[in-house]
T-cell receptor, first 113, second 113 residues
């Protein structure tokens, strides 16, 4: 069965520091990959997605993610975090275009002033 | 203008009651979803409708019944509420199926006492 693993439940970084959130998926072919962000008390918002092509994708709010087929990973990065980036981040995968999206368990990002 | 709206935002009720949550989207999307997010923030799809047709029906107790009167609305009715139904329920919509960006509503926090 397809699965998504986010190994870090919590991550704390200082404001202005760089960020990398890890995501690994389990699926034979190249799935559709997503990163969503959930601010406290809010619904989820799509940060970026990867379907095919360039393995480095740019998203909103200065985020980017890199697809690495050999590592079955789709890690999210940001060069310099802002206090407003404190939120829950979800990696998600859809095995194909018409299938359901499976979400990881999320990584809670804390920002130190 | 709210893209995906849900009512109510909070719902507190007793075990055994029947309740409904309503969802409306004004994005012109043809696919709508219900997700359940538990206390550990784990997000799981429950149902999906495409053009008013049920296309995803996960292993959910039959006490949960979705209804889509038209493409812009997807309601969730829950019979005989149980303590374990306490969660945040999110509605989402997309233009097309899984691989397209899903827009989430703000969520309905259901508390069963």
């Amino acid at each position: 069965a397809q699965s998504v693993t986010q190994p870090d439940i919590h991550i704390t970084v200082s404001e202005g520091a760089s960020l990398e959130l890890r995501c690994n998926y389990s699926y034979g072919a190249t799935p559709y990959l997503f990163w969503y962000v959930q601010s406290p008390g809010q619904g989820l918002q799509l940060l970026l997605k990867y379907f095919s092509g360039d393995t480095l994708v740019q998203g909103i709010k200065g985020f980017e993610a890199e697809f690495k087929r050999s590592q079955s990973s789709f890690n999210l990065r940001k060069p310099s975090v802002h206090w407003s980036d404190a939120a829950e981040y979800f990696c998600a995968v859809a095995p194909n275009r018409d299938d359901k999206i499976i979400f990881g368990k999320g990584t809670r990002l804390h920002i130190l002033p | 203008d709210t893209a995906v709206s849900q009512t109510p935002k909070y719902l507190v009720t007793q075990m055994g009651n029947d309740k409904s949550i309503k969802c409306e989207q004004n994005l012109g999307h043809d696919t709508m979803y219900w997700y359940k997010q538990d206390s550990k923030k784990f997000l799981k799809i429950m149902f999906s409708y495409n053009n008013k047709e049920l296309i995803i029906n996960e292993t959910v107790p039959n006490r949960f019944s979705p209804k889509s009167p038209d493409k812009a609305h997807l309601n969730l009715h829950i019979n005989s509420l149980e303590l374990g139904d306490s969660a945040v329920y999110f509605c989402a919509s997309s233009h097309g199926r899984a691989a397209y960006e899903q827009y989430f509503g703000p969520g309905t926090r259901l508390t069963v006492t």
